[in-house]
């Protein structure tokens, strides 16, 4: 692949439909770069626009977890995947937004033994049983989570994201997604 984005090459932010390009173009405004996975994504626009929706939805929430909590999840997540480009996506914005520049590293490389707090620790938990072994999720999980303190939404909202980007992780692995080099040096 040498130094290809995608193995189904990429769609630049002018090339996509105006709504597309207008929120494509908001996040590279306020990051300084298009992050490679709506350029891999863009060859498909109703598909990028769904993942946006979707993605939205759980990320921007105003209630529930914080915004650093769900990037936890994600964090998690995706290194239970095996997800590089999530892993470094989305580490980035978790050392920013927990002001932390190492939980991103140790929570991807190993979630089991990281220090957390009750709440840190029964999130990524939760995030995990549904990452690895889903078909043997069920209420155990869901009652130590709630014994930690996390609400119904909270539960909620760390099983759905740890769904989405389950999806999200699979379809960088499809199309050999590449992270863009600003995202390793982010938060730092």
Same mark, same amino acid.
């Given at each position: 692949?040498?130094? %290809?984005?995608?193995?189904?090459?990429?769609?630049?932010?002018?090339?996509?439909?105006?709504?597309?390009?207008?929120?494509?173009?908001?996040?590279? @405004?306020?990051?300084?770069?298009?992050? !490679?996975? *709506?350029?891999?994504?863009?060859? +498909?626009?109703? @598909?990028?626009?769904?993942?946006?929706?979707?993605?939205?939805?759980?990320?921007? +929430?105003?209630?529930?977890?914080?915004?650093?909590?769900?990037?936890?999840?994600?964090?998690?997540?995706?290194?239970?995947?095996?997800?590089?480009?999530?892993?470094?996506?989305?580490?980035?914005?978790?050392?920013?937004?927990?002001?932390?520049? @190492?939980?991103?590293?140790?929570?991807?490389? !190993?979630?089991? %033994?990281?220090?957390?707090?009750?709440?840190?620790?029964?999130?990524?938990?939760?995030?995990?049983?549904?990452? +690895?072994?889903?078909?043997?999720?069920?209420?155990? %999980?869901?009652?130590?989570?709630?014994?930690?303190?996390?609400?119904?939404?909270?539960?909620?909202?760390?099983?759905?994201?740890?769904?989405?980007?389950?999806?999200? !992780?699979?379809?960088?692995?499809?199309?050999?997604?590449?992270?863009?080099?600003? *995202?390793?040096?982010?938060? +730092?």
């Amino acid at each position: 692949m040498g130094d %290809q984005v995608s193995r189904f090459g990429t769609v630049e932010p002018e090339e996509l439909p105006a709504d597309l390009r207008g929120r494509i173009e908001a996040i590279a @405004e306020k990051s300084g770069f298009v992050p !490679n996975i *709506f350029r891999a994504l863009g060859h +498909r626009p109703a @598909e990028l626009r769904a993942f946006l929706d979707y993605h939205d939805a759980l990320m921007e +929430r105003p209630d529930g977890l914080s915004k650093a909590e769900r990037e936890l999840v994600v964090v998690a997540t995706s290194g239970a995947n095996h997800c590089t480009y999530c892993v470094v996506a989305h580490g980035a914005i978790l050392r920013i937004r927990a002001k932390d520049p @190492e939980l991103a590293d140790r929570v991807s490389s !190993n979630p089991w %033994q990281v220090d957390l707090d009750r709440r840190g620790r029964a999130i990524v938990d939760l995030a995990l049983a549904l990452a +690895r072994d889903s078909a043997r999720f069920g209420e155990e %999980q869901v009652a130590a989570a709630r014994a930690a303190g996390l609400t119904e939404d909270e539960i909620w909202d760390v099983g759905a994201i740890a769904a989405l980007f389950a999806m999200s !992780n699979r379809l960088a692995h499809l199309t050999a997604l590449r992270p863009n080099p600003e *995202f390793y040096g982010m938060g +730092r």
